[in-house]
Structures are given as C-alpha cells and as structure tokens.
C-alpha cells in the first residue's frame, strides 16, 4: 500500500532530523506557485528530497521521499502575512515535486470540501 503521511509537529526529534537531512543533500525536485483567491495571496513551494540516503529510512516506514512543504499567505485586507511548513513522508519513489503538491492539495480539497480555481 502507498502512503504519503504528514509528519506531526509532536515528533521533534523526527522532525529536527529530517531538516539536517535536508541541509545535507540536493533536493531531488523543487516546485513552486502562488494562488489568489478568498481574500488571500498564497505563496507554495514544494521541495523533494532521497530518505533513502538516511540509514533511519527504514524505520519511517519504508520511506523513499520525504516532502516539505512551504506556504506563504498574505491576507489581502489586513496585509498580515503568516508562514506554515509541513513535511510529509512517502514510499513512492516519485520525484516530482509538482505531483506531491497535486496530491496534497487533493487531498486537502477532499477532506475539507473545499473548492479551487487552481486544479
């Protein structure tokens, strides 16, 4: 079974390795786009990077990829700008970082409900 799960904010250790992974290799792919709608100006980048390389790998689940996730919002009324980062761990070998971004935002319009001008 494939899976692409989001690494909670509760797992610091997991997550402070993975970002010194991050530090240490090439990312295998890098997509980024902006969106305006609902009152907002949003700001995505999505980078992809081998767990393969990390001797943990296989202790995250038979990972291949690890997926960070970056959003920039800018509230076009208020002009407040906020800043959310998530990373995501997978077993697909896939590379693109534009197919991650797809998918998590599939998902994200699933669960929610949620409608976009975007896909």
Known sequence: MNYVVQVKRNQPTLIEKMYELMLQQAPLSY???EEKNHGRHD???????DST???KAKDWLNSKR????RKISKNLKTKK???NS????TNLYQTDAEFYRTCLKIDFI???NY????M
Do not use: G, H, P
């Open 53 to 55: 390389l990390c001797l």
């Open 86 to 89: 998530r990373i995501y761990i």
């Open 43 to 49: 700001y995505w980048s999505v980078t992809v990077y």
């Open 31 to 33: 997509y980024e786009t």
């Open 110 to 112: 699933k669960k929610y």
């Open 115 to 118: 409608k976009s001008n975007i």
């Open 66 to 69: 690890y997926i960070e996730v």
């Open 81 to 83: 700008l906020s800043e």
